[in-house]
């Protein structure tokens, strides 16, 4: 496990207090906190542990490493192989004037010097394919390094595109709250100036009653002064009874009514008139009797009216409450989405980062290896130049190259085990025929040959001298007959008048002739 600590410079613009948040990496769950640096905009540190040989970066470096540590070997193994070939070349080419004459004697160190020349050309030739082979690998690799970097780039796209409908959309809202606020303030102020409106009519409501409270004063006086007059006192009477008792029904509606300033002021008025003419007085009282029965009725519908608009009021109060609430729940629910996606936002920033640092340091390796490859293949070329060059100068010495096999033509006869202890001391054998191409190649010397084939050891079954039975054969007609004088042809050769595929003859093993 590897532990770093990355920290966010995006932050975000609004003031939510600091919070823990939860991040799943390798599928495990980690705890990251927002930073208290003080910026434009908050930042996030963030705790994580990785395992790195999870990670496809961390396979890839310990691929790399592993074929740097060969290409080494390889390489240091292809210097001292070098400097001894450079060596030897410069030996020979110094000495070309008497190498003809030491050809003979340097025969058998011209063939194992062949021998680990091919040895160590095939040694070559696997450590290059295994080369390519990793190279391949390596471009594979670094393929899918790049579908997984194209697909992030793309989702990190997707998200920005996303976050910033959700920026924008967070803004509506945050603006449609302001507008709501602002009606709410409106209504607020509405609501508190008919609050006062209510108080200034409840101080109107107690000063009138303190004037009906005078004129009852006003009113007993007026009484007794009435009593005292001798002129339609009977009448007067009665009519003061019944003013008495409509003045006393008013009194308890206009104590029930919160609203009658201007209706009292009337009656007050009214009253007055009847204290100075008692006589219009009955008359009088009964018209303002009608008239403030109607402005009862206006002042209840008034009340009701009232009523209704206070409880309407009080309904849009709680549904903007409510509102408020959801809104402020929207926007909690959108601020945490918005933490969240900015924590994955930065999450995805920092593995962008890692992924484009890899990525150069697989582009530097992979330049590297193709310097090496470039490197090995002009190597390549100069060893095909001095194989070319050996192969010429042992052509020269009866030496012939059949696709990676070298073949010696002998210049002289010998029986057929003469030739196998010839071939044997040049730590070879009778040749073995293997497919139609090589049998082609054989045929075109144009030599009567001895081949490894023989069944001198049990008559009729033929095998090679590496004791393999024989599977592909190329007999001439009615071959082999075992025609001799004695029935003693047990050794096979190739006959240069027949066809290329049917030229195999069987002879006496003590006859005398070339072999390869």
Same mark, same amino acid.
């Given at each position: 496990?590897?532990?770093?600590?990355?920290?966010?410079?995006?932050?975000?613009?609004?003031?939510?207090?600091?919070?823990?948040?939860?991040?799943?990496?390798?599928?495990?769950?980690?705890?990251?906190?927002?930073?208290?640096?003080?910026?434009?905009?908050?930042?996030?540190?963030?705790?994580?542990?990785?395992?790195?040989?999870?990670?496809?970066?961390?396979?890839?470096?310990?691929?790399?490493?592993?074929?740097?540590?060969?290409?080494?070997?390889?390489?240091?193994?292809?210097?001292?192989?070098?400097?001894?070939?450079?060596?030897?070349?410069?030996?020979?080419?110094?000495?070309?004037?008497?190498?003809?004459?030491?050809?003979?004697?340097?025969?058998?160190?011209?063939?194992?010097?062949?021998?680990?020349?091919?040895?160590?050309?095939?040694?070559?030739?696997?450590?290059?394919?295994?080369?390519?082979?990793?190279?391949?690998?390596?471009?594979? =690799?670094?393929?899918?390094?790049?579908?997984?970097?194209?697909?992030?780039?793309?989702?990190?796209?997707?998200?920005?595109?996303?976050?910033?409908?959700?920026?924008? =959309?967070?803004?509506?809202?945050?603006?449609?709250?302001?507008?709501?606020?602002?009606?709410?303030?409106?209504?607020?102020?509405?609501?508190?100036?008919?609050?006062?409106?209510?108080?200034?009519?409840?101080?109107?409501?107690?000063?009138?009653?303190?004037?009906?409270?005078?004129?009852?004063?006003?009113?007993?006086?007026?009484?007794?002064?009435?009593?005292?007059?001798?002129?339609?006192?009977?009448?007067?009477?009665?009519?003061?009874?019944?003013?008495?008792?409509?003045?006393?029904?008013?009194?308890?509606?206009?104590?029930?009514?919160?609203?009658?300033?201007?209706?009292?002021?009337?009656?007050?008025?009214?009253?007055?008139?009847?204290?100075?003419?008692?006589?219009?007085?009955?008359?009088?009282?009964?018209?303002?009797?009608?008239?403030?029965?109607?402005?009862?009725?206006?002042?209840?519908?008034?009340?009701?009216?009232?009523?209704?608009?206070?409880?309407?009021?009080?309904?849009?109060?709680?549904?903007?409450?409510?509102?408020?609430?959801?809104?402020?729940?929207?926007?909690?629910?959108?601020?945490?989405?918005?933490?969240?996606?900015?924590?994955?936002?930065?999450?995805?920033?920092?593995?962008?980062?890692?992924?484009?640092?890899?990525?150069?340091?697989?582009?530097?390796?992979?330049?590297?290896?193709?310097?090496?490859?470039?490197?090995?293949?002009?190597?390549?070329?100069?060893?095909?130049?001095?194989?070319?060059?050996?192969?010429?100068?042992?052509?020269?010495?009866?030496?012939?190259?059949? =696709?990676?096999?070298?073949?010696?033509?002998?210049?002289?006869?010998?029986?057929?085990?003469?030739?196998?202890?010839?071939?044997?001391?040049?730590?070879?054998?009778?040749?073995?025929?293997?497919?139609?191409?090589?049998?082609?190649?054989?045929?075109?010397?144009?030599?009567?040959?001895?081949?490894?084939?023989?069944?001198?050891?049990?008559?009729?079954?033929?095998?090679?001298?590496?004791?393999?039975?024989?599977?592909?054969?190329?007999?001439?007609?009615?071959?082999?007959?075992?025609?001799?004088?004695?029935?003693?042809?047990?050794?096979?050769?190739?006959?240069?008048?027949?066809?290329?595929?049917?030229?195999?003859?069987?002879?006496?093993?003590?006859?005398?002739?070339?072999?390869?």
């Amino acid at each position: 496990m590897s532990e770093g600590v990355y920290e966010n410079s995006d932050g975000y613009k609004d003031d939510e207090p600091d919070a823990m948040k939860n991040t799943d990496i390798d599928g495990q769950l980690y705890g990251n906190v927002r930073a208290f640096i003080p910026s434009p905009r908050d930042r996030v540190v963030a705790s994580v542990h990785v395992q790195w040989w999870k990670r496809p970066s961390g396979i890839a470096a310990v691929c790399l490493g592993l074929l740097c540590v060969l290409l080494l070997a390889g390489i240091i193994g292809l210097s001292v192989y070098y400097d001894g070939v450079s060596k030897s070349f410069l030996a020979y080419k110094t000495n070309s004037s008497a190498e003809i004459e030491q050809l003979q004697t340097s025969y058998n160190t011209l063939t194992k010097e062949r021998d680990q020349l091919q040895t160590s050309y095939k040694t070559l030739t696997k450590e290059r394919d295994q080369l390519q082979t990793s190279y391949n690998t390596l471009t594979k =690799e670094r393929d899918q390094l790049q579908t997984c970097y194209n697909t992030l780039t793309k989702a990190r796209d997707q998200l920005q595109t996303c976050y910033n409908t959700l920026t924008e =959309e967070r803004y509506q809202l945050q603006t449609s709250y302001n507008t709501l606020t602002k009606e709410r303030d409106q209504l607020q102020t509405c609501y508190n100036t008919l609050t006062k409106e209510k108080d200034q009519i409840q101080t109107s409501y107690n000063t009138l009653t303190k004037e009906k409270v005078q004129l009852q004063t006003s009113y007993n006086t007026m009484t007794k002064e009435r009593d005292q007059l001798q002129i339609s006192y009977n009448t007067l009477t009665e009519e003061r009874y019944q003013l008495q008792t409509y003045y006393n029904t008013m009194t308890k509606e206009r104590d029930q009514l919160h609203t009658s300033y201007n209706t009292l002021t009337k009656e007050r008025d009214q009253l007055q008139t009847c204290y100075n003419t008692l006589t219009k007085e009955k008359d009088q009282l009964q018209t303002s009797y009608n008239t403030l029965t109607k402005e009862r009725d206006q002042l209840q519908t008034c009340y009701n009216t009232l009523t209704k608009e206070r409880d309407q009021l009080q309904t849009s109060y709680n549904t903007l409450t409510k509102e408020r609430d959801q809104l402020q729940t929207s926007y909690n629910t959108m601020t945490k989405e918005r933490d969240q996606l900015q924590t994955s936002y930065n999450t995805m920033t920092k593995e962008k980062v890692q992924l484009q640092t890899s990525y150069n340091t697989l582009t530097k390796e992979r330049d590297q290896l193709q310097t090496s490859y470039n490197t090995m293949t002009k190597e390549r070329a100069n060893l095909q130049t001095e194989r070319d060059f050996l192969s010429r100068r042992l052509t020269n010495l009866s030496w012939h190259k059949f =696709e990676s096999s070298w073949y010696f033509l002998s210049t002289e006869s010998k029986t057929w085990k003469e030739s196998r202890e010839d071939c044997l001391k040049r730590e070879a054998d009778l040749v073995i025929v293997n497919s139609d191409k090589e049998q082609k190649f054989l045929f075109n010397l144009k030599m009567k040959v001895w081949i490894g084939l023989t069944d001198s050891v049990n008559e009729g079954t033929w095998k090679w001298v590496d004791d393999t039975p024989l599977t592909t054969r190329y007999w001439y007609a009615k071959q082999p007959d075992n025609a001799g004088p004695i029935g003693d042809e047990d050794c096979a050769e190739i006959h240069k008048d027949q066809s290329p595929l049917e030229a195999w003859n069987d002879m006496s093993c003590d006859s005398k002739l070339n072999w390869i």
